[in-house]
């Protein structure tokens, strides 16, 4: 499952950010000498600092180090009490999935809830796993993550390059500053009575919320990225005659991609939000209409069970971002300590 | 001569795409796009104050009861949580799992379970909007300076006064990190609550405006949801920047030094 071995690799929050930059702020003071390189426009308007990933941020903690940095044993008997912990830490957590299914079988069998709203954990699990022999179980899991994927897609192009563009000059960030910061909490979910009229039930209003929702994330991160370049990086790459597009290529990106990547997972999760909930409410087929039908249908142990399913699929697609994040940016050092 | 530059940048391009609005929808024939004269209208006999007092007002104190009742839950079961590693270890996987649940799904859940009242909004509101919280606050628990907490207990600093004056504060600059996520999930939660079960609230208006082709309505309810998120965000920024003064200070000042 979505366990992680909490001693190496980032917490997986999104907001992690706020806590490498806690855990790494003497490195980052060194790496940023004389002052932060934000240009002043975001920080009077609030951008949040807090969602940006810390490049450069050391991996362990201060826990872990100890908290005066000396190393508290040798490497091979820590790596063994480590694995032996992270055993535990199963353990552990799947006795917590355990009890909370045992509640959940509980409550309608001692008549807390009404076994008919709330059938007991069994009867969903077993019905899901009989959904996953069924072709039409799988037809709506594809639409869904085909929703998802191309919403994804066309949201992160979008995003990257407009994100590189407006972050590459300095009068464009100003200038589209406020219509940014405007339009990013604008729920996307305003936009459904928009989308019905325009797309109808089609796959398309189902993209126009998932874009929507997604691009900001995306876009936002660039643009931290961008603005995040090295200085002297800059002047030397410009002393040695690289010329505007390499500069992009092998200056601006490169520092640029950590951020992208938690735009990216940032958006992925939202994108699947986006994705069910368009289904949910406007009927574009896939696994939100096939609870909405269970639902109105009265096939109640039908949704149960399909709500897990998307709580798997959830789970899923985090492990998969991640470890697309880790493998893109297997050259950084934020994921190259970890490994070791 | 600064001031004005500034004042330049920030309304150039809003002034701009209303400007391109106006201009096209006043030639348009498009059914979708209202002009300037449609839209004003629609705002002025939609938006009444009956109108604030019967869909806006409700909608909006759901939002605020599921908010600081997901903030309150979740920093108190976080600060729990956080502080026994065994109970995080073994809630750490559900919780998970839990918070990748997209949270409307569980508003036909709890359609069945509680119906379609008040309380089902506020409980689907407080279900989605939690998790971030409670995570963050773990987190947040968790990765605290480890000199402090030692210095602390040397100082018998237990109890109450260890929460108050060492945890909390560690923990804060995470728990506002959730705090900025929940509020675009609860406000999501609360629209789309409306528009799948309700007769009242700003969601079910808004839809309701789409069912009956009342375009330049439909779209002014859009401009009031967005403005609500805009507040939204401007309130929050706000409060962070008091609650956390003392954090971005002391990064100002690493920073600089």
Redesign the interface.
């Given at each position: 499952?979505?366990?992680r071995d909490?001693s190496k690799g980032p917490?997986?929050?999104?907001?992690?950010?706020?806590?490498r930059e806690?855990?790494s702020?003497?490195v980052?003071?060194l790496e940023?000498a004389g002052?932060?390189s934000f240009p002043a426009?975001y920080r009077v308007a609030?951008l949040?600092e807090?969602?940006r990933p810390d490049p450069g941020a050391p991996t362990a903690?201060?826990?872990q180090r100890?908290?005066t940095g000396r190393k508290t044993s040798t490497g091979q008997a820590q790596a063994v009490r480590q694995r032996r912990r992270t055993w535990?830490?199963r353990l552990?957590?799947?006795?917590?999935?355990l009890?909370?299914l045992g509640i959940w079988e509980l409550l309608p069998l001692l008549g807390i809830?009404d076994a008919r709203?709330?059938p007991p954990a069994s009867a969903a699990i077993a019905d899901l796993i009989v959904k996953f022999g069924d072709s039409v179980f799988w037809i709506a899991v594809w639409d869904t993550l085909r929703a998802w994927a191309i919403g994804m897609l066309i949201a992160v192009v979008a995003a990257a390059i407009l994100g590189f563009i407006i972050g590459s000059s300095n009068f464009l960030r100003?200038?589209?500053?406020?219509?940014i910061e405007?339009?990013?909490?604008?729920?996307?979910?305003?936009?459904?009575?928009?989308a019905?009229?325009?797309f109808g039930v089609g796959i398309e209003s189902a993209l126009l919320l998932i874009v929507y929702a997604s691009f900001w994330q995306v876009l936002i991160q660039v643009l931290y990225g961008v603005a995040d370049v090295d200085a002297v990086a800059m002047d030397t790459a410009k002393s040695y005659g690289l010329g505007p597009l390499n500069r992009i290529r092998y200056v601006i990106f490169p520092t640029a991609l950590p951020y992208l990547m938690t735009g990216v997972r940032l958006a992925a999760?939202v994108a699947?939000?986006l994705a069910?909930?368009a289904q949910?409410?406007i009927g574009t087929p896939g696994l939100?209409a096939e609870?909405?039908r269970?639902?109105s249908g009265g096939a109640?142990t039908s949704?149960?069970s399909?709500?897990l399913a998307?709580?798997?699929?959830?789970?899923l697609?985090?492990m998969v971002t991640r470890a697309v994040e880790r493998s893109v940016l297997s050259w950084h050092t934020s994921v190259r300590s970890e490994v070791k | 001569m600064r001031f004005l530059k500034d004042f330049l940048h920030i309304v150039a391009l809003p002034a701009l795409l209303i400007a391109a609005w106006i201009l096209w929808s006043a030639q348009s024939t498009s059914f979708f796009v209202p002009t300037l004269e449609q839209m004003s209208n629609a705002f002025s006999t939609t938006w009444t104050w009956g109108r604030m007092q019967s869909d806006v007002f409700p909608s909006v104190a759901r939002l605020i009861a599921g908010l600081v009742l997901s903030i309150v839950i979740g920093i108190v079961v976080g600060l729990l949580v956080g502080s026994f590693r065994w109970l995080r270890q073994l809630m750490e996987p559900t919780m998970e799992f839990f918070r990748a649940i997209p949270p409307t799904v569980l508003i036909p859940v709890f359609m069945l379970l509680i119906g379609i009242g008040d309380d089902m909004k506020i409980a689907v509101i407080v279900l989605g909007a939690v998790w971030p919280i409670l995570l963050n606050t773990i987190e947040g628990v968790r990765s605290m300076d480890e000199v402090l907490s030692d210095t602390s207990h040397t100082y018998r600093i237990d109890g109450f006064a260890r929460i108050r004056y060492l945890i909390l504060p560690s923990a804060m600059p995470q728990i506002m990190a959730g705090i900025r996520q929940s509020l675009s999930i609860a406000l999501i939660l609360m629209v789309i609550s409306e528009m799948f079960a309700s007769s009242a609230g700003l969601g079910y208006t808004i839809i309701q405006f789409q069912r009956s082709f009342a375009i330049p309505e439909m779209w002014s309810g859009i401009v009031v949801l967005g403005l609500i998120g805009v507040i939204m965000s401007c309130i929050f920024q706000i409060v962070e920047r008091s609650v956390l003064k003392w954090y971005h200070g002391q990064r100002e000042m690493e920073n600089a030094g």
């Open positions: 499952m979505t366990e909490l917490a997986p929050h999104d907001d992690e950010a706020v806590d806690r855990q702020r003497d980052h003071r940023t002052g932060d426009g609030g949040d807090a969602t903690s201060t826990a100890g908290a535990a830490n552990l957590g799947l006795v917590g999935i009890l909370f809830v709203y709330m100003k200038f589209t500053n406020s219509t405007f339009l990013r909490p604008v729920p996307s979910v305003a936009l459904i009575p928009l019905v009229l325009v999760a699947l939000i069910i909930t949910l409410i939100g609870i909405a269970a639902q109640y949704m149960y399909l709500v998307t709580g798997m699929m959830g789970v697609i985090n | -």
